[in-house]
């Protein structure tokens, strides 16, 4: 393993039958990080995070979890959400968490212990004797959250863990993640949702039919974007025209366009001589969803013609 790195995975590759759902993957992710894996239904996230834990074996690449070759050498400082959530219905949080614990390798009496605090943490303190079915499918989940977390791994990895949960739940996510951070953990999730990723992760993966599309920071993803710039003009129409930019559309009564390269100046000059009236201007940086959004269309344009990784495996 590379020093820092709780997860590297070089080439992965996985069919199902005729289909490549999985088409040459990289993957590196620095320990005590968050870190987001992006993309649209069928990217082939979820495949992706099961052949880093071994829960599939790729047909091609390697990968390395918490400096182990074979993953399953790893699984008791993992914790692990799949997104099928199932807990069994007649038990209590309580028991469900402390269950999940030892199988971890976490005595059951300490377990129950650890489970009364998360469960308390999470607000759900009323809720930690009562059996799983008569919980709302929001706090089920949070219930098995709290059994991924409960034998405090070095790694957990989420798949979609927003999904399903409301505002409120999704913010205490959000915050249960940063405090696994601040004790030591490494988080990797997965989301369609960008919102989260936006907020939490220190980098992403863009995954688009089965290759990384974009690999980096937030905030190196919206730089791949120019800001929009929407302008009002009391004018529908003139010879000013002529000084808008070649791509500027109108949109619910506004002029919509990317930042020109000399900026907006020159331009506005130009329409205040020619008498357009400019009623509203803004500029606005574009955000993750504009990026994730712009890459995934990319994608999908440019694998009409055959990905690499098709042609090295024909
Ligand atoms: N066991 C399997 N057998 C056959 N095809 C599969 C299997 N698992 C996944 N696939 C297919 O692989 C592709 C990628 O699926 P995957 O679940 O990895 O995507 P995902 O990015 O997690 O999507 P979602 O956001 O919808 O969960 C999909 O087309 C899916 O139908």
Excluded at 123 to 147: C, D, F, H, N, W
Aim: glycine share 12%.
């Amino acid at each position: 393993m590379r020093v820092g790195l709780a997860i590297e995975a070089t080439g992965l590759v996985k069919r199902f039958g005729e289909a490549i759902v999985v088409r040459g993957i990289d993957l590196s992710v620095a320990q005590g990080s968050i870190y987001g894996v992006l993309g649209p239904n069928g990217a082939g996230k979820t495949t992706t995070l099961r052949m880093l834990l071994g829960i599939i074996d790729p047909d091609a690449g390697t990968r390395t979890l918490l400096g182990h070759e074979a993953p399953i050498e790893a699984a008791s400082q993992v914790g692990y959400m799949p997104e099928e959530r199932g807990l069994y219905p007649a038990m209590t949080p309580r028991e469900a968490i402390a269950f999940m614990g030892a199988l971890r390798g976490v005595p059951l009496a300490e377990g129950r212990r650890r489970a009364d605090g998360l469960l308390a943490d999470a607000g759900l303190a009323e809720s930690a004797a009562k059996p799983i079915r008569k919980l709302s499918k929001g706090m089920a989940q949070t219930v098995q959250l709290l059994g991924t977390i409960v034998h405090q791994p070095d790694l957990i990895v989420l798949d979609e863990p927003f999904s399903g949960l409301d505002a409120v739940n999704q913010a205490r996510l959000e915050e249960l993640i940063r405090a696994q951070v601040a004790r030591g953990a490494t988080v990797i999730f997965s989301t369609h949702v960008i919102a989260h990723a936006e907020r939490l992760c220190e980098r992403i993966a863009i995954i688009a039919r089965g290759l990384v599309r974009f690999e980096g920071t937030v905030e190196q993803a919206r730089e791949k974007l120019r800001p929009r710039v929407r302008l009002g003009t009391r004018a529908e129409d003139g010879p000013w025209r002529a000084a808008l930019p070649a791509d500027a559309a109108r949109i619910d009564g506004l002029w919509q366009f990317d930042l020109p390269d000399g900026g907006v100046e020159p331009l506005l000059a130009a329409l205040m001589a020619g008498g357009a009236g400019i009623e509203t201007l803004s500029i606005e940086r574009p955000g993750l969803h504009d990026a994730f959004v712009a890459i995934v269309g990319e994608a999908a344009a440019g694998d009409v013609a055959p990905a690499p990784a098709d042609e090295a495996a024909a």
